[in-house]
């Protein structure tokens, strides 16, 4: 396993924790199972560069915009729109 692919996991695995606790807003949303899309993991891996500060507020405000539009899902789109706020 090389190091980025060992970021890369660990970040997914932030990612999901995140998800527990912030479940409700993807539960508003009317959400799925599998919550991210591919590219909106890359998404996340690319702009917030392991630190789980950006993870935490790209995820958050990802999912917030996934509710609002009634998304199953979150997609790179909306983790690049929450990276403008």
């Not at 606790?21 to 508003?28: A, D, G, I, P, S």
């Not at 789980?52 to 729109?81: F, H, R, V, W, Y």
């Amino acid at each position: 396993m090389t190091a980025s692919t060992g970021m890369f996991r660990a970040i997914q695995e932030l990612v999901y924790y995140l998800y527990r606790e912030k479940k409700q807003f993807l539960e508003l949303a009317g959400g799925s199972r599998s919550i991210l899309q591919g590219s909106a993991l890359s998404a996340v891996y690319g702009y917030s560069e392991g630190n789980a500060g950006k993870i935490d507020n790209l995820m958050t405000d990802a999912l917030t915009i996934g509710a609002q539009q009634q998304k199953p899902c979150i997609s790179a789109e909306m983790i690049m729109a929450g990276k403008i706020k």
